[in-house]
């Protein structure tokens, strides 16, 4: 069983940064892609940003431009690193894995912005 693990979530001024990371535990074999979905209350389920096995990146159009993801070659690690944070960037930042046949979920981490 494949366990996902996210750290760095808080509370930080609008402005400020945060970085987030995300462990994986459990097999790693036929990733195809890790990457950083966040929900608001009352909203779906969004994505931030897309790491692909080939090293492509993707990012949702909120945050193009002030966040960055990155993770090793093995894609045993995957970080998100956020910055400008906006009040509009509060929610519960999700690690997802995507491997061929299935994906897995993290618990989620907090991040709060405030004005």
């Known amino acids: 069983q494949v366990q996902l693990v996210e750290s760095g979530g808080g509370l930080v001024q609008a402005g400020g940064s945060l970085r987030l990371s995300c462990a994986v535990s459990g097999s790693t074999l036929s990733i195809e892609a890790m990457g950083w979905y966040r929900q608001a209350p009352g909203s779906q389920r969004e994505l931030v940003a897309r790491?692909?096995?080939?090293?492509?990146?993707a990012y949702g159009e909120s945050v193009k431009g002030r966040f960055t993801i990155s993770g090793t070659n093995a894609l045993n690690t995957v970080a998100l690193q956020m910055n400008s944070l906006k009040p509009e960037d509060t929610a519960v930042y999700y690690c997802?894995?995507?491997?061929?046949?299935?994906?897995?979920w993290g618990q989620g981490t907090q991040v709060t912005v405030s004005s």
């Open positions: 997802y894995l995507d491997r061929s046949i299935d994906g897995y």
């Open positions: 790491y692909s096995s080939g090293g492509m990146t």
